[in-house]
């Protein structure tokens, strides 16, 4: 089985073919930064006009790496939501056109379910698992059953983890994307010199909050008592809020650990997906709870923890696999919360 995703949920232009071999063919990704950069952010009319203009050359450029023609391709996968909606029209009225005119089963998949089953495509996972979803616009804990089978332990009660990341970034004029930016600055950085708050360790339940950590950052900054950062000053602010974060992070997933283990004891698997599961020093702070833990931790390749089509793909297939197809009726969903996928798996 092979098929062809498409992701265009934000400002990654994206197509890639995977096999049910769990073997990559292709995997092509545009990225919008340039055209986003100088406003700080992804403004969602740039961005559904770059996938409008460019997406039909990704996906050209993925059947010619793959080295395959539409007409042997068992299905095609699009992101159907949740995302900014210009951009998953774009990609969904695509996906329901190659579709019609090959005669292929068209799959509508969850963008938050390419995260969540990135796992079993790079290393074959087994249900069930505990999944840490972190990402821009998303921040959640969740017991992975199955396709479409997602219990929420935790999320967050403000801000996704990204979020805080790129806003600190911005605060200290580090620029976009803030993930990437604040990583680089810290590793010249003392992750000690700022107290920063770990906000709800020690508390019960799997929840976070990242709001009162940014206004530490601003108030750090005013504190300089200058306009603009020196170099050592953003290095340490960087160290310090990535170091927060890591803790808060790992502190709720200990959480969701005992959880999880208590109602799933042969799931002993912590799983971390999303764009800030790229993130060093999350993953080396998640890695040594989980040794604490008896736990096995695993994240994929940086590559696929950012948005792309390979994840598209993946969870394509896990859906076809259970003849989960859609109509080209399918609306395309700005909002599309995990749990509702039961419903319709069902």
Known sequence: MIVLGIETSCDETAAAIVGDDRAIRANIVYSQLDEHRAFGGVVPEIAARAHLEVLDDVVRAALSDADIEL??????????????????????????????????????????????????LTDDVEFPYLLLLVSGGHCQLLSVKGPGDYEQLGTTMDDAVGEAFDKSA???????????????????????????PRPLKGR???????????TS???????????????????????????????????RCANAIAAFDEAHPDGKTLVVAGGVAANTALREKLSALCALTGF???????????????????????????????????????????EELKTDAA
């Open 71 to 120: 007409a042997d391709i068992d299905g095609i996968a699009a992101t159907g939501g949740p995302g900014l909606i210009g951009g998953v029209i774009v990609g969904t009225m695509t996906a329901k056109a190659m579709a019609a005119a090959a005669d292929k089963p068209y799959i509508a998949v969850n963008h938050l379910e390419g995260h969540a089953l990135t796992a079993r």
């Open 204 to 214: 019960p339940g799997c929840d976070f909050s990242f709001s009162g950590l940014k």
């Open 217 to 251: 950052v601003r108030q750090a900054i005013l504190k300089t008592g200058t306009d603009t950062l020196t170099e050592k000053d953003a290095n340490d602010i960087a160290a310090s809020f990535q170091a927060a974060v890591a803790e808060t992070v790992a502190d």
């Open 170 to 196: 911005k605060m200290m004029g580090l620029g976009f994307p803030g993930g990437p930016a604040i990583e680089a600055a810290a590793k010249a950085g003392d992750a000690k010199r700022f107290d920063f």
């Open 296 to 338: 096995k931790f695993v994240a994929p390749p940086p590559a696929l923890c950012t948005d792309n089509a390979a994840m598209i793909a993946w969870a394509g297939i896990e859906r076809l696999r259970l003849g989960l197809t859609d109509e080209m009726d399918f609306a395309p969903r700005p909002r599309w919360p995990l």
